[in-house]
T-cell receptor, first 116, second 112 residues
């Protein structure tokens, strides 16, 4: 079955340090890449970064970067210089085809806690 | 306008009530979605309205019914809900299936 796997239910990091959140995918359709979202306790789903499956370079967006290893089917999110406001749930997601539609399908998420 | 607007932000309803959740976007997106999310879990897709065609997750009970009055609006009508339906309901839209997903800020629903 096609799926997205996040193996870390929770992670802790010290403020100002870097942290890596894992995500692997197992999909037969590799036309589309991977998205990472942040969801603070307020509930809003905030788009962070996208990695296209045919991109040669790792995606970067400010303090967020992706460690994309296509052969291993992994797209790990690296957050540099963690801030207290980074404490949130983090989801990786990919569009999976269902019938005539694509639906954004999520991993189980990782709860990141940044300690002062 | 690059937002998906959801109203209300919070809703408390009794099991015999009828209420509606509203979702609106003005980005010209042709697909809109409703997701249900329980605490500490990933969102689960309930409905997709794409190119004027509705797709339903067959596990969603009939007490939830979507309505798309026009291409910018996707409402979710609620009737005779159960306490286990209490959750965060997220609306999203996308410009072309897999790309450009934008989420609303969600409606926190409590059924009492």
């Amino acid at each position: 079955a096609q799926k997205i796997t996040q193996t870390q239910p929770g992670m802790f990091v010290q403020e100002k340090e870097a942290v890596t959140l894992d995500c692997t995918y197992d999909t037969s359709d590799q036309s589309y890449g991977l998205f990472w979202y942040k969801q603070p306790s307020s509930g809003e789903m905030i788009f962070l970064i996208y990695q296209g499956s045919y991109d040669e370079q790792n995606a970067t967006e400010g303090r967020y970067s992706l460690n994309f290893q296509k052969a291993r089917k992994s797209a790990n999110l690296v957050i540099s210089a963690s801030q207290l406001g980074d404490s949130a749930m983090y989801f990786c997601a990919t569009p999976l085809r269902g019938g005539s539609n694509y639906k954004l399908t999520f991993g189980k998420g990782t709860l990141l806690t940044v300690n002062p | 306008d690059t937002e998906v607007t959801q109203t209300p932000k919070h809703l408390v309803m009794g099991m015999t009530n009828k209420k509606s959740l509203k979702c609106e976007q003005h980005m010209g997106h042709r697909a809109m979605y409703w997701y249900k999310q329980k605490a500490k879990k990933p969102p689960e897709l309930m409905f997709v309205y794409s190119y004027e065609k509705l797709s339903i997750n067959e596990s969603v009970p009939s007490r939830f019914s979507p309505e798309c009055p026009n291409s910018s609006l996707l409402n979710l009508h609620l009737h005779a809900l159960q306490p286990e339906d209490s959750a965060l309901y997220l609306c999203a839209s996308s410009r072309q299936g897999a790309y450009g997903y934008t989420f609303g800020s969600g409606t926190r629903l409590t059924v009492v």
